[in-house]
Protein backbone atom coordinates (compact mmCIF):
# COMPACT_ATOMS: atom_id res chain seq x y z
CA UNK A 1 0.00 0.00 0.00
CA UNK A 2 1.18 3.08 -0.84
CA UNK A 3 1.75 5.72 2.08
CA UNK A 4 1.13 9.57 1.81
CA UNK A 5 3.37 12.02 3.72
CA UNK A 6 1.32 14.99 3.74
CA UNK A 7 3.96 16.94 5.39
CA UNK A 8 6.07 16.83 2.33
CA UNK A 9 3.42 17.90 0.06
CA UNK A 10 2.70 21.53 2.23
CA UNK A 11 4.90 23.67 0.86
CA UNK A 12 2.70 23.08 -1.97
CA UNK A 13 0.14 24.82 -0.91
CA UNK A 14 -0.38 28.69 -1.86
CA UNK A 15 1.88 28.20 -4.79
CA UNK A 16 1.04 30.23 -7.74
CA UNK A 17 1.92 30.40 -11.98
CA UNK A 18 0.65 32.75 -14.09
CA UNK A 19 0.19 32.21 -18.11
CA UNK A 20 -1.00 33.67 -21.19
CA UNK A 21 -2.40 33.21 -24.44
CA UNK A 22 -4.42 34.47 -27.09
CA UNK A 23 -7.62 33.64 -27.99
CA UNK A 24 -7.82 33.28 -31.66
CA UNK A 25 -10.24 31.82 -34.79
CA UNK A 26 -8.24 29.20 -35.54
CA UNK A 27 -8.58 27.53 -32.45
CA UNK A 28 -12.51 28.68 -31.84
CA UNK A 29 -13.01 27.19 -35.38
CA UNK A 30 -11.18 23.78 -34.24
CA UNK A 31 -13.47 23.78 -30.88
CA UNK A 32 -16.55 24.53 -33.29
CA UNK A 33 -15.62 21.43 -35.67
CA UNK A 34 -15.36 19.01 -32.38
CA UNK A 35 -18.40 19.70 -30.70
CA UNK A 36 -20.77 20.38 -33.64
CA UNK A 37 -23.99 21.13 -33.05
CA UNK A 38 -23.95 20.48 -29.60
CA UNK A 39 -22.11 23.76 -28.69
CA UNK A 40 -24.95 26.55 -27.67
CA UNK A 41 -25.90 28.89 -30.13
CA UNK A 42 -26.40 31.97 -28.02
CA UNK A 43 -22.54 32.10 -26.83
CA UNK A 44 -21.96 34.53 -29.59
CA UNK A 45 -18.44 34.80 -31.16
CA UNK A 46 -16.87 32.29 -28.12
CA UNK A 47 -18.27 29.22 -27.32
CA UNK A 48 -18.46 28.27 -23.93
CA UNK A 49 -15.93 26.23 -22.31
CA UNK A 50 -13.13 26.70 -24.85
CA UNK A 51 -11.23 28.30 -21.61
CA UNK A 52 -10.06 24.94 -20.68
CA UNK A 53 -8.23 24.93 -24.05
CA UNK A 54 -5.79 28.28 -23.47
CA UNK A 55 -3.23 28.53 -21.22
CA UNK A 56 -1.83 25.56 -21.54
CA UNK A 57 1.39 24.13 -20.51
CA UNK A 58 3.36 23.10 -22.92
CA UNK A 59 5.68 20.16 -21.54
CA UNK A 60 8.72 19.16 -23.90
CA UNK A 61 8.30 15.50 -24.55
CA UNK A 62 11.22 14.54 -22.90
CA UNK A 63 9.56 15.78 -19.56
CA UNK A 64 6.51 13.19 -19.65
CA UNK A 65 6.01 10.46 -17.21
CA UNK A 66 4.84 7.03 -18.67
CA UNK A 67 1.26 8.17 -18.47
CA UNK A 68 1.76 10.64 -20.34
CA UNK A 69 1.00 13.60 -18.22
CA UNK A 70 4.87 16.00 -17.54
CA UNK A 71 6.52 14.94 -14.49
CA UNK A 72 5.41 15.64 -11.27
CA UNK A 73 7.04 18.22 -8.66
CA UNK A 74 6.62 21.34 -11.10
CA UNK A 75 3.43 23.56 -10.62
CA UNK A 76 0.99 20.59 -9.21
CA UNK A 77 2.31 18.96 -5.87
CA UNK A 78 4.30 15.19 -6.31
CA UNK A 79 1.73 13.43 -5.26
CA UNK A 80 2.57 9.60 -5.20
CA UNK A 81 -0.45 8.10 -6.21
CA UNK A 82 0.05 6.53 -9.81
CA UNK A 83 -3.51 7.46 -11.17
CA UNK A 84 -4.29 11.53 -11.77
CA UNK A 85 -7.54 12.42 -12.90
CA UNK A 86 -10.20 15.32 -13.14
CA UNK A 87 -12.83 14.91 -10.43
CA UNK A 88 -14.43 18.13 -10.90
CA UNK A 89 -15.13 21.77 -10.09
CA UNK A 90 -17.19 25.05 -9.81
CA UNK A 91 -17.22 27.87 -12.52
CA UNK A 92 -18.29 30.80 -12.03
CA UNK A 93 -19.22 33.38 -15.11
CA UNK A 94 -18.65 36.82 -15.25
CA UNK A 95 -18.12 38.02 -18.67
CA UNK A 96 -17.47 36.71 -21.67
CA UNK A 97 -13.85 36.17 -23.43
CA UNK A 98 -12.71 38.55 -26.31
CA UNK A 99 -11.47 36.84 -29.59
CA UNK A 100 -8.25 38.05 -30.32
CA UNK A 101 -7.00 38.79 -26.63
CA UNK A 102 -4.58 38.17 -24.39
CA UNK A 103 -6.44 35.93 -22.17
CA UNK A 104 -4.04 35.65 -18.05
CA UNK A 105 -4.78 32.88 -16.08
CA UNK A 106 -3.51 33.17 -12.53
CA UNK A 107 -3.66 29.25 -10.92
CA UNK A 108 -3.06 28.83 -6.92
CA UNK A 109 -3.16 25.60 -5.22
CA UNK A 110 -5.85 25.65 -2.40
CA UNK A 111 -5.91 22.95 -0.63
CA UNK A 112 -4.37 19.14 -0.71
CA UNK A 113 -6.68 16.68 1.31
CA UNK A 114 -5.64 13.15 1.96
CA UNK A 115 -8.35 10.94 1.82
CA UNK A 116 -9.41 6.88 2.49
CA UNK A 117 -12.03 5.67 -0.04
CA UNK A 118 -12.69 1.83 -0.57
CA UNK A 119 -10.15 1.36 -3.22
CA UNK A 120 -7.23 2.68 -0.70
CA UNK A 121 -5.87 6.16 -0.75
CA UNK A 122 -6.80 9.17 -2.31
CA UNK A 123 -5.47 12.48 -2.49
CA UNK A 124 -7.77 15.67 -3.19
CA UNK A 125 -6.05 18.95 -4.68
CA UNK A 126 -7.80 22.18 -5.49
CA UNK A 127 -6.61 24.56 -7.90
CA UNK A 128 -7.99 28.11 -8.21
CA UNK A 129 -7.83 29.61 -11.46
CA UNK A 130 -8.74 33.25 -12.30
CA UNK A 131 -9.03 33.41 -16.39
CA UNK A 132 -8.84 37.38 -17.29
CA UNK A 133 -9.18 39.89 -20.50
CA UNK A 134 -6.82 42.90 -18.87
CA UNK A 135 -7.48 43.71 -15.47
CA UNK A 136 -11.36 42.44 -15.97
CA UNK A 137 -11.90 38.78 -14.57
CA UNK A 138 -14.11 36.75 -17.30
CA UNK A 139 -14.38 33.37 -15.21
CA UNK A 140 -13.25 31.82 -11.78
CA UNK A 141 -12.56 28.24 -11.45
CA UNK A 142 -11.98 26.15 -8.38
CA UNK A 143 -10.62 23.01 -10.17
CA UNK A 144 -10.22 19.49 -8.43
CA UNK A 145 -8.06 16.78 -9.01
CA UNK A 146 -8.05 13.58 -7.70
CA UNK A 147 -4.87 11.00 -6.94
CA UNK A 148 -5.49 7.51 -6.52
CA UNK A 149 -3.98 4.25 -6.47
CA UNK A 150 -4.72 1.97 -10.08
CA UNK A 151 -7.50 -0.93 -9.23
CA UNK A 152 -8.50 -3.39 -11.24
CA UNK A 153 -11.97 -3.47 -11.68
CA UNK A 154 -14.66 -5.91 -12.03
CA UNK A 155 -16.46 -5.51 -14.92
CA UNK A 156 -20.38 -5.25 -14.49
CA UNK A 157 -23.54 -6.28 -16.88
CA UNK A 158 -26.21 -3.81 -16.32
CA UNK A 159 -29.42 -4.41 -17.59
CA UNK A 160 -29.95 -0.56 -20.13
CA UNK A 161 -32.28 1.45 -18.34
CA UNK A 162 -34.53 3.73 -20.60
CA UNK A 163 -33.72 7.64 -21.09
CA UNK A 164 -35.96 9.40 -18.56
CA UNK A 165 -38.43 11.25 -21.78
CA UNK A 166 -38.70 14.41 -19.07
CA UNK A 167 -35.29 15.05 -19.01
CA UNK A 168 -33.64 13.23 -21.75
CA UNK A 169 -32.26 16.06 -24.38
CA UNK A 170 -30.22 14.40 -26.81
CA UNK A 171 -27.29 11.28 -26.99
CA UNK A 172 -23.58 11.34 -28.60
CA UNK A 173 -21.90 8.52 -29.81
CA UNK A 174 -18.27 9.31 -28.68
CA UNK A 175 -15.44 7.57 -30.87
CA UNK A 176 -11.29 7.54 -30.58
CA UNK A 177 -11.28 10.16 -33.42
CA UNK A 178 -13.10 12.46 -30.85
CA UNK A 179 -11.37 11.72 -27.99
CA UNK A 180 -7.81 12.15 -30.34
CA UNK A 181 -9.24 15.93 -31.15
CA UNK A 182 -9.99 16.96 -27.64
CA UNK A 183 -6.29 15.36 -26.33
CA UNK A 184 -4.97 17.58 -29.48
CA UNK A 185 -7.09 20.87 -29.00
CA UNK A 186 -6.18 20.70 -24.67
CA UNK A 187 -2.75 19.59 -25.32
CA UNK A 188 -3.61 16.68 -23.14
CA UNK A 189 -1.17 13.82 -23.44
CA UNK A 190 -2.80 11.33 -21.20
CA UNK A 191 -3.17 7.92 -22.63
CA UNK A 192 -5.95 6.93 -21.30
CA UNK A 193 -7.74 8.93 -24.03
CA UNK A 194 -5.48 7.41 -26.84
CA UNK A 195 -3.61 4.86 -26.09
CA UNK A 196 -5.97 1.38 -25.78
CA UNK A 197 -3.38 -1.34 -24.54
CA UNK A 198 -2.18 1.62 -22.05
CA UNK A 199 -5.83 2.28 -20.39
CA UNK A 200 -6.89 -1.25 -20.26
CA UNK A 201 -3.39 -2.94 -19.15
CA UNK A 202 -1.62 -0.56 -17.40
CA UNK A 203 -4.81 1.79 -15.59
CA UNK A 204 -7.25 -0.90 -15.58
CA UNK A 205 -10.13 0.78 -17.82
CA UNK A 206 -12.31 -1.23 -19.87
CA UNK A 207 -11.58 1.04 -22.73
CA UNK A 208 -10.88 4.41 -23.53
CA UNK A 209 -11.72 7.22 -21.27
CA UNK A 210 -13.38 10.10 -21.86
CA UNK A 211 -11.87 12.98 -20.78
CA UNK A 212 -14.02 14.99 -18.02
CA UNK A 213 -13.58 18.37 -19.50
CA UNK A 214 -15.25 17.28 -22.64
CA UNK A 215 -17.91 16.10 -20.71
CA UNK A 216 -18.39 19.03 -18.84
CA UNK A 217 -18.27 21.22 -21.97
CA UNK A 218 -21.08 19.31 -23.34
CA UNK A 219 -23.54 20.24 -19.99
CA UNK A 220 -21.87 23.44 -19.58
CA UNK A 221 -23.85 24.10 -23.35
CA UNK A 222 -26.53 22.30 -22.48
CA UNK A 223 -27.31 24.41 -18.96
CA UNK A 224 -26.92 27.78 -21.05
CA UNK A 225 -29.42 26.50 -23.79
CA UNK A 226 -31.87 25.18 -20.97
CA UNK A 227 -31.48 29.08 -18.98
CA UNK A 228 -30.93 31.10 -22.98
CA UNK A 229 -28.10 32.46 -21.27
CA UNK A 230 -24.36 31.73 -19.96
CA UNK A 231 -24.66 30.28 -16.47
CA UNK A 232 -23.42 32.57 -13.89
CA UNK A 233 -22.22 29.57 -11.97
CA UNK A 234 -21.80 25.80 -13.15
CA UNK A 235 -20.72 23.10 -10.08
CA UNK A 236 -19.87 20.29 -11.98
CA UNK A 237 -18.41 16.26 -10.74
CA UNK A 238 -17.37 13.42 -12.11
CA UNK A 239 -19.36 10.58 -10.87
CA UNK A 240 -17.65 7.18 -12.44
CA UNK A 241 -15.58 6.98 -15.71
CA UNK A 242 -17.17 7.00 -19.16
CA UNK A 243 -15.33 4.45 -21.54
CA UNK A 244 -15.88 3.44 -24.99
CA UNK A 245 -17.46 1.63 -26.40
CA UNK A 246 -20.82 3.83 -25.60
CA UNK A 247 -23.86 6.33 -26.06
CA UNK A 248 -23.20 9.37 -24.57
CA UNK A 249 -26.96 10.30 -23.07
CA UNK A 250 -27.38 14.32 -22.21
CA UNK A 251 -30.10 14.83 -19.99
CA UNK A 252 -31.32 18.07 -18.22
CA UNK A 253 -34.08 19.32 -15.42
CA UNK A 254 -34.56 22.25 -14.89
CA UNK A 255 -35.96 24.59 -11.98
CA UNK A 256 -36.50 27.77 -12.55
CA UNK A 257 -33.59 29.60 -13.05
CA UNK A 258 -31.56 27.01 -10.95
CA UNK A 259 -31.36 23.14 -12.91
CA UNK A 260 -29.18 19.71 -12.92
CA UNK A 261 -27.60 18.08 -16.39
CA UNK A 262 -26.01 15.17 -16.32
CA UNK A 263 -24.84 12.69 -18.80
CA UNK A 264 -25.16 8.49 -18.78
CA UNK A 265 -24.07 6.19 -20.82
CA UNK A 266 -26.35 3.78 -22.79
CA UNK A 267 -27.29 1.24 -19.09
CA UNK A 268 -27.99 4.39 -16.95
CA UNK A 269 -25.13 4.57 -15.25
CA UNK A 270 -24.48 8.46 -14.51
CA UNK A 271 -20.99 9.36 -15.03
CA UNK A 272 -20.95 12.80 -15.00
CA UNK A 273 -23.04 15.59 -13.09
CA UNK A 274 -23.69 19.56 -12.92
CA UNK A 275 -25.63 21.56 -11.22
CA UNK A 276 -25.82 25.25 -12.34
CA UNK A 277 -27.74 28.91 -11.86
CA UNK A 278 -27.91 31.54 -13.37
CA UNK A 279 -27.72 34.20 -10.62
Known amino acids: MIQVDLESLKPWLGRTETREDILTPGLIDRFRATFGAHLWDGAGDVPLGIHWCLTLYAAPGSSLSEDG ?8 PPVPLPARMWAGGDLTYFAPLAVGQTVTRRSTIGDITPKQGRSGALVFVVVNHEYSNGNKVCIREKQTIVYRDITRSQSEMRT ?39 A ?3 EAYPGLVVHGPLQATLLLNLAADALNETPHGFSFRGLAPLTLPCEMQLNCRQDGATGTVWCQDETGLCCFSADYSAT
Open 160 to 198: PVAPDPTAFRSRLTPDSVLLFRYSALTFNAHRIHYDHIY
Open 200 to 202: TEA
Open 69 to 76: HAARGGFL
